[in-house]
């Protein structure tokens, strides 16, 4: 069983930047970097959606469009913990943003991921 835990978020002005991190505990033997990380978001009336994927090592990442060149993920495995540099923010990137790890082949589809955070609100004003 592994615990993620989300913070950094809040509530900030378009344009703005927030960081949000996810510490991981409770690997059951496993370490950190045995699980590929992912952040979602869900807005209210809307379906999870996916933000960025992260690999074990770090070296591969792979952003949703809305995100794309905005958004930077980041891990340290030394410290199990995620990273998500939100930059240029805008109003519709409103949502709880979540963390999500497995240690399976995973990528963009929330089905794929087998832990969860308990989110952390975002929100974006105009």
């Known amino acids: 069983q592994v615990q993620l835990v989300e913070s950094g978020g809040g509530l900030v002005q378009a344009g703005g930047s927030l960081r949000l991190s996810c510490a991981a505990s409770?690997?059951?033997?496993?370490?950190?970097?045995?699980?590929?990380m992912g952040w979602f978001r869900q807005a209210p009336g809307k379906e999870r959606e996916f933000v960025v994927h992260?690999?074990?090592?770090?070296?591969?990442?792979y952003y949703g469009d809305s995100v794309k060149g905005r958004f930077t993920i980041s891990r340290d495995n030394a410290k199990n913990t995620v990273y998500l540099q939100m930059n240029s923010l805008k109003p519709e990137d409103t949502a709880v943003y979540y963390c999500?790890?497995?240690?399976?082949?995973?990528?963009?589809?929330?089905?794929?991921?087998?832990?969860w955070g308990q989110g952390t609100q975002v929100t974006v004003s105009s």
């Open positions: 992260i690999s074990r090592s770090g070296a591969f990442t």
């Open positions: 999500a790890a497995s240690s399976r082949v995973v990528l963009d589809s929330a089905r794929q991921y087998e832990y």
């Open positions: 409770g690997a059951s033997g496993r370490t950190f970097s045995n699980y590929a």
